[in-house]
């Protein structure tokens, strides 16, 4: 496949190789398995002497297209596409790690990561040292001789931390640790970590790289080397994406940049306009220059992504009116999709911890989570303003219940 000077045209034109029939979009290639010309083709491609596909849980031309586009958006020499972004996650984890090996990470991880970490890894002897995602001396002291991988999402989920990767690349480097990053929230577009010296890129594919809430992925992105050892585990365990979900994720690449400059035009007309009212208390969002890691975020990151957060004076209670008086936004827990998206953690994903642990990740009882879609942005705030106003009415009773009390 050729490659192009700039990202957007990589997006659309690394098409895999037309076929005899001309065709101008890509061919879905449903197939389990490929033909051999003959005894000795076949010896050779099982040998993995000769290059070719074998069977769809090792190579499909839909996948390999989508790892291509990929590779060549995130600046890495290779990759691999799992069905999910978990998939991604385990799959690199499970490739890098033996039984008595240690990861440092971010505090602030994704809901399923964090279960890896503290439920599934440690039945093999596989720890976990959390640190504040702003504590880089923490990062540093808590390198065991074991540890083999840092591991941080910036911007993480749902508390929109920003993780300076370079300091933590030194850090990395110097104990000769593989720095990984779950790149989600940013997409490739808006942050290539690898061009940040991280090592490793993980995606949910899920999110913005559909973009439009219809199938599941995730790819791994990084150096030839972490991808053979990516590829050995992953074809024998078996975390292969569909060839028609790759070929839907492929087709989305096409309209990522356009997608993602919309949701980020959206999101900080969005961002500024909460700061105002009456009904927040915080806003977040990585490119305010109120958010604490304005200045990484600018350094790192095209622009801000798509996802603003919030705090409610109103808190708990607030937070669930405030939903309930949305009319455009869905209930859904999905994020990245050109429909806008609420969720309010606490009373949700997080509900099961103590206010407590919820602040420890960032997450307090009054937050609220948007993902900005692409709807028209004075649809998206009409729909917020009013839903603001209502969770007002929250305020007061809690001031009425503490006078009282
Ligand atoms: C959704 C998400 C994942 C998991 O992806 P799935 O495709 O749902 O498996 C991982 N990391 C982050 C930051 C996510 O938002």
Redesign the pocket.
């Known amino acids: 496949m050729k490659t192009f000077k700039n990202a957007e045209t990589q997006a659309i034109r690394l098409q895999y190789q037309r076929t005899d029939n001309n065709e101008h979009s890509v061919p879905l290639y449903l197939t389990s398995s490929y033909v051999f010309e003959d005894a000795e083709d076949m010896r050779s491609q099982f040998a993995e002497e000769k290059e070719g596909h074998v069977y769809s849980r090792y190579a499909n031309p839909n996948v390999e297209e989508l790892i291509h586009k990929l590779a060549a958006l995130e600046g890495a020499e290779s990759g691999w596409a799992t069905a999910?972004?978990?998939?991604?996650?385990f799959s690199f984890f499970g490739a890098i790690l033996n039984s008595g090996d240690h990861i440092v990470s971010s505090r602030s991880?994704?809901g399923?990561?964090h279960k890896l970490f503290t439920e599934i890894f440690p039945k093999w002897g596989i720890e976990t040292t959390y640190v504040d995602f702003d504590d880089y001396l923490g990062f540093a002291n808590a390198v065991e001789s074991n540890t083999k991988i840092i591991y941080v999402?910036t911007p993480?989920?749902p508390a929109l931390d920003i993780i300076d990767l370079e300091k933590l690349a030194e850090i990395a480097e110097a104990k000769d640790l593989i720095l990984a990053v779950?790149n989600?929230?940013a997409t490739p577009y808006l942050q290539q970590p690898l061009k940040h010296r991280a090592h490793v890129s993980?995606h949910?594919?899920?999110?913005y790289i559909d973009g439009q809430g219809r199938t599941?992925?995730?790819a791994i992105l990084a150096s030839e080397k972490i991808i053979d050892k990516v590829k050995a585990f992953a074809r024998h365990s078996g975390p292969a994406i569909s060839p028609f979900n790759a070929w839907t994720l492929s087709k989305s690449l096409e309209t990522l940049h356009v997608r993602m400059d919309r949701h980020c035009d959206n999101a900080i007309a969005i961002a500024k306009r909460l700061e105002n009212h009456t009904a927040v208390e915080v806003v977040k969002y990585p490119f305010l220059p109120s958010h604490p890691h304005f200045e990484i975020a600018k350094k790192q990151m095209k622009s801000g992504g798509g996802i603003v957060t919030f705090q409610l004076k109103s808190g708990l209670k607030g937070g669930k009116t405030f939903l309930d008086a949305l009319n455009l936004f869905s209930l859904t827990a999905n994020?990245g999709d050109v429909r806008s998206i609420a969720t309010h953690p606490a009373s949700t994903t997080h509900s099961k911890l103590t206010p407590e642990q919820r602040a420890e990740v960032g997450i307090s009882d009054g937050l609220v989570r948007l993902s900005i879609g692409l709807e028209h942005v004075e649809d998206i705030w009409e729909d917020l303003e009013n839903a603001l106003d209502a969770s007002l009415s929250e305020v007061s009773v809690s001031n009425e219940y503490l006078v009282k009390s």
């Open positions: 999910t972004g978990m998939a991604a996650v991880v994704f399923s990561t999402e993480s989920n779950d989600c929230f993980i949910s594919a899920t999110k599941l992925g995730g994020l």
